[in-house]
């Protein structure tokens, strides 16, 4: 039976040192929610999907990202895995769990028109912002 945890653990490590590229760590105090939002479009950019993870009070945020992302037809939920897991709280020293949630989400069909459509809106809003200037 050791032996079987021991390679599940294994695997389970090999996973996630494949994954760490496209993994977006939240936290829900260090950086407002548009951060996320936008990194994870980047990183969908470059990888094709994007896994977002949060512990405890931080889960909210990253349902909030991936809603967001999935409303505006980015993205698509690939797989939404739970758990707990066991921390040590600062103050007391003693062991808690905390509860854990990882979202993966992939590009949708129509992800680079979306964000090509976005650009070219930024840009024509950039321009016209310029020749207001110049004519006033």
Known sequence: MEE????VNSINLAGADATK???????NTKKPLFFYVNLA???????NEVELSALGMAIATVV???E???????????????????MRD?????????????????????????????????EAAA???ADDEEQS
């Open 4 to 7: 079987i945890t021991e390679g």
């Open 64 to 66: 909030t990202v991936a």
């Open 41 to 47: 479009k980047r990183y969908m950019q470059q990888f």
């Open 68 to 86: 967001i992302l999935k409303n505006n037809g980015l993205a698509v939920e690939k797989k939404i895995m739970t758990s707990t897991v066991d």
């Open 127 to 129: 321009t016209a912002g």
């Open 90 to 122: 600062d103050s007391r020293g003693r062991p808690v769990q905390k509860a854990k949630i990882e979202i993966l989400l992939g590009k949708t069909a129509n992800f680079d028109e979306l964000m090509a459509a976005a650009a070219e809106e930024r």
């Open 21 to 27: 590229k496209n993994r977006i760590q939240v936290s």
